[in-house]
């Protein structure tokens, strides 16, 4: 299965993965979980949805550092979203995706309940 936005919007939903907005959808790009720059490669695995301005907000930084970010500003971050496509990267084939997965994932878990208390 190649990788495409409706894909993605089939798979997720039609939200931002950053500011849970539904933006019009060629306003809606393909975020990679594990940015290029940290090589991270155009797969299934490490796609998500995020709308134009949060994916050029985000760079190249890790995902829990972009969250708590987020939240602290009072955005609606699709968590469940993220941790669900972390979850996959910790399963993917790809040694990269394998592993900034499981430590992103962890990283996400630690920065959001640090939001809970």
């Known amino acids: 299965m190649g990788v495409t936005v ?3 919007i089939e798979r997720d939903g039609p939200a931002c993965v950053w500011c849970g907005r539904a933006p019009w959808r060629r306003d809606l790009t393909l975020e990679h979980v594990v940015p290029r720059a940290r090589g991270g490669h155009l797969t299934p695995d490490n796609a998500v949805l995020a709308c ?3 994916n050029r907000r985000r ?3 890790p995902v829990d550092a972009v969250v708590r970010e987020l939240l602290r500003d009072g955005a609606d971050v699709r968590v469940a979203t993220l941790r669900t496509a972390l979850e996959r990267l910790s399963a993917s084939e ?3 995706h394998r592993e900034a997965g499981r430590r992103q994932l962890e990283r996400l878990e630690s920065s959001v309940a640090g939001r809970r208390r």
């Open 6 to 8: 409706e894909s993605l």
């Open 59 to 61: 760079g190249a930084r």
């Open 52 to 54: 134009r301005r949060c």
């Open 94 to 96: 790809r040694r990269v």
